[in-house]
């Protein structure tokens, strides 16, 4: 690992002072007046301030959903949609560069990763573009006895409540902008309070691009005080959530009152199987970044890596090399690879697990500490493996959220597979193997949404990713989450 501490760069005139919520098109300060720092996760220093919505705004900013709802959108046709939605893609990236920046200062991850991301921003908002006429009318075929004509309609839900983690919120809106905009409902979003300002930047530009007012809206604040207020809401006829299980279950007793609609996409402790054949050259640094990427803060990592016992020495050995090369530090240095952890509370959260990890008997191979120097007021953590862990100790079943890989070994596909399932979680994982028989008996057995060969990570919105058991339901990406937007309606039209 090597420490990056200086940059140079011009900071954006958007970062600093206070923000308040989006509400009806317009910016407005909570009704309490109350507010929360903004502190930057590199320096531990408070960069600004955003809005500490509560029940109130989160009143007022569903009641301006439904009128958008119930407004001149509800007559916006799929074309003029889908030119919204391009329109709304060109200005994003022609301020890409400035979004990028405000992602790494809020929330730590570095520019190479935060700018990377606006290929991918293209891809999903092209892709919702795409998909604006989603909510057709069919004239279906059917068996009825007599002279009928069914039409079957597909008509936006309403107003969809969005609550968002912090550990990627330039990525995570587009869950929930985009199909809203491409399906004609109403978005109230209410982003982490860890990480708010990327998502407030993206607002303003969507404005500047012609969203019409109300038809977006963001409430910023606690999630217990505004995430809950939408949960709970009587208006709100959909809810996405992205967070912890813990969070979703309260989010699902909330839901209760008026039966919303959810979805719900909750972590893991997803499988990383590398075979005696694989490639290691592709597989080392491949299951390590896909544990370590975004500093281990990605809902997918696959932070349970199986080696196969032949080559357990040689796999340890070459992560030791892998890691030493990793340029850890503050995310504006441009060859910065991984950032801090978001807040202190994650960093206190990730050296519990540290610590448990040693006192529960595994080998700790690489990393355990917390970055010092210059970089010691930030919430930084060396990239950290373990080494002969057992798939029963805490550090391989709960979810760490931090740069923390546990290698784990096995003897052959049946032993690797049974340790892979077992897991109270089911989002992701990963095959490493040249031999197509064990690829495609591993990627078929594995207890998850989505499974990459010889490859980590990668997404393609059109396709999507969701989870099963404990990383709850409803797809994420591709028409079907589009669906999730739409509610069916049947009309029998007696013709005689
Ligand atoms: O998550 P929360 P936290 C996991 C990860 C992490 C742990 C804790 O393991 O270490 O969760 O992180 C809002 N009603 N993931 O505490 O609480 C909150 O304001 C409604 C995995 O930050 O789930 C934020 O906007 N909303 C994950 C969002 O929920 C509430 C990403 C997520 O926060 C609420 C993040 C409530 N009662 C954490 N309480 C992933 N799947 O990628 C909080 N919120």
Same mark, same amino acid.
């Given at each position: 690992?090597?420490?990056?501490?200086?940059?140079?760069?011009?900071?954006?005139?958007?970062?600093?002072?206070?923000?308040?919520?989006?509400?009806?098109?317009?910016?407005?300060?909570?009704?309490?007046?109350?507010?929360?720092?903004?502190?930057?996760?590199?320096?531990?220093? *408070?960069? #600004?301030?955003?809005?500490?919505?509560?029940?109130?705004?989160? @009143?007022?900013?569903?009641?301006?959903?439904?009128?958008?709802?119930?407004?001149?959108?509800?007559? !916006?046709?799929?074309?003029?949609?889908?030119?919204?939605?391009?329109?709304?893609?060109?200005?994003?990236?022609?301020?890409?560069?400035?979004?990028?920046?405000?992602?790494?200062?809020?929330? $730590?991850?570095p520019?190479?990763?935060?700018?990377?991301?606006?290929? !991918?921003?293209?891809?999903?908002?092209?892709?919702y573009a795409?998909?604006?006429?989603?909510?057709?009318?069919?004239?279906?075929?059917?068996?009825?006895?007599?002279?009928?004509?069914?039409?079957?309609?597909? *008509?936006?839900?309403?107003?969809?409540?969005?609550?968002?983690?912090?550990?990627?919120?330039?990525?995570?809106? !587009?869950w929930?902008?985009?199909?809203?905009l491409?399906?004609?409902?109403?978005?109230?979003?209410?982003?982490?309070?860890?990480?708010?300002?990327?998502?407030?930047?993206?607002?303003e530009?969507?404005?500047?691009?012609?969203?019409?007012? $109300?038809?977006?809206?963001?409430?910023?604040?606690?999630? /217990?005080e505004a995430? %809950?207020?939408?949960?709970?809401?009587?208006?709100?006829?959909?809810?996405a959530?992205?967070?912890?299980?813990?969070?979703?279950?309260?989010?699902?007793?909330?839901?209760?009152?008026?039966?919303?609609?959810?979805?719900?996409?909750?972590? #893991?402790k997803?499988? @990383?199987?590398?075979?005696? @054949?694989?490639?290691?050259?592709?597989?080392?640094?491949?299951?390590?970044?896909?544990?370590y990427?975004?500093?281990?803060?990605?809902?997918?990592?696959?932070? /349970?890596?199986?080696v %196969?016992?032949?080559?357990? @020495?040689?796999?340890v050995?070459?992560?030791?090399?892998?890691? +030493?090369?990793?340029?850890?530090?503050?995310?504006?240095?441009?060859?910065? %690879?991984? #950032?801090?952890?978001i807040?202190?509370?994650q960093?206190?959260?990730?050296?519990?697990?540290?610590?448990?990890?040693?006192?529960?008997?595994?080998?700790?191979?690489?990393?355990?500490?917390?970055?010092?120097?210059?970089?010691?007021? $930030?919430?930084?953590?060396?990239?950290?493996?373990?080494?002969?862990?057992?798939?029963?100790?805490?550090?391989? /079943?709960?979810?760490?959220?931090?740069?923390?890989? +546990?290698?784990?070994?096995?003897?052959?596909?049946?032993?690797?597979?049974?340790?892979?399932?077992?897991?109270?979680?089911?989002?992701?994982?990963?095959? !490493?193997?040249?031999?197509?028989?064990?690829?495609?008996?591993?990627?078929?057995?594995?207890?998850?949404?989505?499974?990459?060969?010889?490859?980590? #990570?990668?997404?393609?919105?059109?396709?999507?990713?969701?989870?099963?058991?404990?990383?709850?339901?409803?797809?994420k990406?591709?028409?079907e989450?589009?669906?999730?937007?739409?509610?069916?309606?049947?009309?029998?039209?007696?013709?005689?």
């Amino acid at each position: 690992m090597t420490v990056r501490e200086t940059f140079d760069i011009a900071l954006p005139a958007f970062v600093g002072g206070a923000k308040k919520h989006l509400i009806g098109g317009q910016w407005v300060d909570s009704q309490s007046g109350e507010r929360i720092e903004v502190i930057n996760p590199a320096t531990g220093e *408070a960069i #600004g301030q955003i809005a500490r919505g509560t029940v109130a705004d989160v @009143d007022s900013a569903v009641a301006a959903a439904r009128r958008a709802f119930e407004g001149e959108w509800s007559r !916006w046709t799929p074309h003029q949609r889908r030119k919204l939605l391009l329109k709304v893609h060109d200005v994003l990236l022609d301020n890409f560069g400035e979004l990028a920046v405000i992602e790494t200062l809020d929330m $730590g991850a570095p520019l190479l990763r935060t700018r990377g991301l606006k290929e !991918w921003t293209s891809q999903v908002l092209q892709f919702y573009a795409s998909q604006t006429n989603a909510a057709t009318i069919e004239s279906a075929p059917n068996s009825l006895p007599g002279n009928f004509m069914t039409l079957k309609h597909r *008509a936006p839900v309403g107003v969809v409540g969005g609550i968002i983690p912090w550990n990627g919120p330039l990525i995570g809106q !587009w869950w929930i902008f985009g199909p809203a905009l491409a399906t004609g409902c109403t978005a109230v979003v209410k982003p982490a309070e860890d990480a708010s300002l990327s998502i407030l930047r993206t607002a303003e530009l969507m404005l500047e691009a012609g969203v019409p007012e $109300g038809v977006i809206n963001v409430v910023t604040g606690y999630g /217990r005080e505004a995430g %809950q207020a939408l949960a709970e809401h009587g208006d709100v006829d959909r809810i996405a959530f992205t967070g912890s299980y813990q969070t979703a279950q309260s989010v699902i007793r909330a839901s209760a009152g008026n039966i919303k609609r959810l979805q719900l996409e909750l972590g #893991g402790k997803s499988p @990383d199987i590398v075979f005696a @054949d694989a490639d290691l050259d592709k597989a080392v640094p491949g299951a390590a970044m896909g544990v370590y990427t975004n500093s281990g803060q990605v809902c997918v990592a696959g932070t /349970r890596i199986f080696v %196969q016992r032949a080559i357990q @020495d040689e796999f340890v050995e070459r992560m030791k090399a892998f890691t +030493s090369t990793i340029r850890v530090g503050n995310g504006l240095a441009p060859d910065t %690879q991984l #950032g801090p952890l978001i807040s202190q509370r994650q960093l206190d959260r990730v050296m519990h697990y540290i610590d448990l990890g040693g006192q529960e008997g595994a080998r700790l191979s690489g990393g355990g500490k917390r970055l010092g120097g210059k970089l010691a007021s $930030g919430f930084f953590v060396e990239p950290t493996f373990f080494d002969d862990v057992s798939n029963d100790m805490t550090i391989a /079943r709960e979810e760490i959220f931090g740069p923390v890989a +546990s290698i784990i070994p096995f003897d052959d596909i049946e032993d690797a597979l049974r340790l892979a399932n077992d897991t109270a979680y089911g989002l992701a994982g990963g095959v !490493w193997t040249q031999n197509l028989s064990t690829a495609h008996k591993a990627s078929r057995a594995i207890k998850a949404g989505t499974v990459w060969v010889n490859c980590y #990570g990668v997404l393609d919105p059109a396709i999507g990713f969701g989870g099963t058991r404990m990383s709850g339901y409803g797809w994420k990406g591709s028409r079907e989450h589009v669906e999730g937007f739409l509610s069916p309606k049947a009309v029998y039209i007696n013709l005689d």
